[in-house]
C-alpha cells in the first residue's frame, strides 16, 4: 500500500514550456487534491476532484488545468509555465470531500519540486 | 477569507522535554482541525485531529487542546525526541458542502539532542 505517490520528484522548467504533475492514489478514496506550498506561505488549493468524473477549482486555479483520469489518477496541468508557479506541488486524497455527512482528512502524497525559469 | 496563522515560526527544545505549538484561527464557524508534521523534503503527515466539540484529545505523545472562546489551539508533544524536528501546522474546516481546508504557514521544531 503505496499511498499517495507523485511524478516527478523534481523538474526544472524554462518559461512557457508545458509540464503534467502526475498522482496517484490505491486507497480507493474518492476525492483527491492539488495544493502548492510557498516559502512563509501555508498550503494553497489549486484543484480538487471531490469524485471521479468532477473537478473544480480552488483558491489557485489561474495557471492549471487537471484531469482526473480514472478513480486512482489526478494529473495537474501546466500548459505555459511562469516563474510565479516555482514551488512545491502536492496531491493529496481523501475518502471523501468534506462535507454535512463527516469530516475527511486527506493524505499527501511526497511532492514534486518545480523550478521554472 | 480564513486565516490560519501561527504564533512562532520556529521552536527549539531540548529532547526529552515537552513541546508546545500554537495556531490561531479566525473562523468562528470552523469545526474541525487537523495537525500536520512536515519533515524536510516530504509531504504532510496528519499527526492528529479534534472536532469543535472536544477541547481536549489524546494521542501517543500528543495532546491537542482547542480554546473556542479564543479561537486558539496547540499541539503538546510529550518527551520531545530528535525525530519529532519538523515543521508543524495546523488545518481547519467549518465542515459544510464545499468547503476547503486552510492551512496555517508552520512553525519549525528543532529538538537539541
Known amino acids: 500500500n503505496a499511498g499517495v505517490t507523485q511524478t516527478p520528484k523534481f523538474q526544472v522548467l524554462k518559461t512557457g514550456q508545458s509540464m503534467t504533475l502526475q498522482c496517484a492514489q490505491d486507497m480507493n478514496h474518492n476525492s483527491m487534491y492539488w495544493y502548492r506550498q510557498d516559502p512563509g506561505m501555508g498550503l494553497r488549493l489549486i484543484y480538487y476532484?471531490?469524485?471521479?468524473?468532477?473537478?473544480d477549482k480552488g483558491e489557485v486555479p489561474n495557471g492549471y488545468n487537471v484531469s482526473r483520469l480514472n478513480k486512482r489518477e489526478f494529473s495537474l496541468r501546466l500548459e505555459s509555465a511562469a516563474p510565479s508557479q516555482t514551488s512545491v506541488y502536492f496531491c493529496a486524497s481523501s475518502e471523501n470531500y468534506p462535507g454535512l455527512a463527516g469530516i475527511e482528512t486527506q493524505y499527501f502524497g511526497p511532492g514534486t519540486r518545480l523550478l521554472v525559469l | 477569507g480564513e486565516s490560519v496563522g501561527l504564533h512562532l515560526p520556529t521552536l527549539s527544545v531540548q529532547e526529552g522535554d515537552n513541546s508546545i505549538i500554537n495556531c490561531a484561527y479566525s473562523?468562528?464557524?470552523?469545526?474541525?482541525f487537523i495537525w500536520y508534521k512536515q519533515e524536510s523534503g516530504k509531504g504532510p503527515q496528519f499527526i492528529i485531529d479534534?472536532?469543535?466539540?472536544?477541547d481536549k484529545r489524546q494521542g501517543q505523545r500528543v495532546t491537542v487542546l482547542l480554546n473556542k472562546t479564543v479561537k486558539h489551539l496547540s499541539l503538546q508533544i510529550a518527551a520531545t525526541q530528535p525525530g519529532d524536528s519538523a515543521v508543524y501546522f495546523c488545518a481547519e474546516n467549518s465542515g459544510n458542502l464545499g468547503n476547503q481546508f486552510y492551512f496555517g504557514t508552520g512553525t519549525s521544531l528543532t529538538v537539541i539532542p
Open positions: 473562523n468562528s464557524a470552523s469545526d474541525y
Open positions: 479534534i472536532r469543535s466539540n472536544m
Open positions: 476532484s471531490a469524485s471521479e468524473g468532477t473537478t
